[in-house]
């Protein structure tokens, strides 16, 4: 290391490892690849940890001009799957030097708005309007990645004039950026065929009350494969992304006159829960009388009895691609293709209907 308290620079690095300065700017900027070997690469790395030598990213970001930021939107934080998104966004963004902020944005508003005028003996007052904090967004962000469900807020934060990811987003129509999903219709298709497989041919549809273009697909995809079979049936009703309301909508329709559902398929764990609700309150059992299912695999699916099948959606890789693909666009490189797999989790939620 250098003499006394003598902060270790680039240059004792590349003498350090017999190499230039500028290679030491490649390999520790993670842009070596195709410009030095990997045997290079390894001994500038190796000669950085010994001298514990650490860039000033401050400088070189304001050289690159750039904050080293990305900002993720999402419908709300204290949902467990986007959570899951958050954290596998925030690894892969530490491994390459990048924080991530968290925005909530639910059912896609945008930040606050100035306060309406309020009035004081006659008077009108103008409150202070509430400060905007992506009034700057281009200035202070490098990126955005936002789902599908959030993409309103976007136009309102100026996030779509920056190098932009989208998730559960139409790759047809997400603003002309990348996008990352998840294979939602190959779920629906294992959801269906697990039912049809067991002898359901009676469904309800729990879908949820959500614009989005993520619910448009499972809707679809349902009503294909289900129509694609003789003698099915097939009822939707939507209801919000809330055990009350599922549990509400579920019951209206379970009690309707004609032949009951023997299965119910939800868009979403929490929508499942509130058809367990609904079901229990009209003295049917589970799986006896009717089956459920949902889709995410939430914690909430093993808490609840019986289990409850489900499609697995793997989150916490959701975000990882996520900002894969954006660090991918920043370096001007094509992101990964393909959708994420899914998989059915068979639990204790459904078995063969009772009645033929």
């Known amino acids: 290391m250098a003499s006394g308290s003598t902060r270790p620079t680039s240059r004792d690095v590349a003498q350090a490892a017999g190499v230039s300065q500028a290679a030491v700017s490649l390999v520790l900027g993670d842009k070596w690849r195709g410009r030095v070997s990997e045997t290079t690469a390894e001994r500038v790395r190796q000669a ?147 039912l049809l497989g067991l002898g359901h041919r009676r ?50 329709a379970l009690s309707a006159k004609g032949p009951r559902p023997t299965a119910i398929i939800c868009d979403d764990d929490k929508l499942a829960a509130g058809a367990y609700k609904a079901v229990r309150r009209l003295g049917l059992r589970i799986p006896d009388d009717i089956s459920v299912t949902g889709l995410d695999d939430l914690a909430l699916a093993t808490a609840i009895d019986p289990e409850l099948t489900t499609v697995r959606l793997d989150a916490e890789l959701f975000g990882e691609r996520g900002m894969q693909a954006l660090l991918a666009v920043l370096e001007g490189r094509e992101p990964e293709e393909g959708d994420i797999p899914v998989q059915l989790v068979v639990r204790g939620s459904t078995a063969p209907p009772s009645v033929p």
């Open 203 to 252: 469904f309800l549809h729990l879908a949820a009350d959500v614009a989005s273009w993520t619910f448009d697909v499972r809707a679809r995809e349902l009503a294909t494969r289900i129509g694609h079979v003789p003698g099915t049936s097939l009822l939707t009703v939507q209801a919000p992304i809330a055990i009350e309301g599922a549990l509400a909508a579920a019951g209206t």
């Open 48 to 194: 950085a940890r010994e001298l514990g030598y650490r860039p000033n990213l401050a400088a070189r970001n304001l050289r690159l001009g750039r904050t080293r930021t990305v900002l993720l939107v999402v419908p709300a934080l204290t949902t467990e799957f986007f959570a899951g998104v958050y954290t596998g966004a925030a690894r892969i963004a530490a491994q390459h030097g990048f924080g991530v902020v968290l925005y909530p944005s639910p059912e896609g508003i945008g930040p606050s708005r100035p306060s309406p005028t309020t009035t004081l003996k006659g008077r009108p007052l103008r409150a202070a309007p509430i400060p905007d904090p992506f009034a700057s967004a281009q200035a202070a962000l490098d990126g955005v990645i936002a789902s599908s469900m959030a993409a309103d807020a976007l136009t309102a934060i100026r996030g779509d004039q920056l190098p932009l990811v989208m998730l559960d987003s139409d790759p047809e129509g997400s603003l002309g950026a990348a996008t990352v999903n998840l294979d939602i219709a190959d779920g629906v298709r294992q959801v269906a065929e697990h």
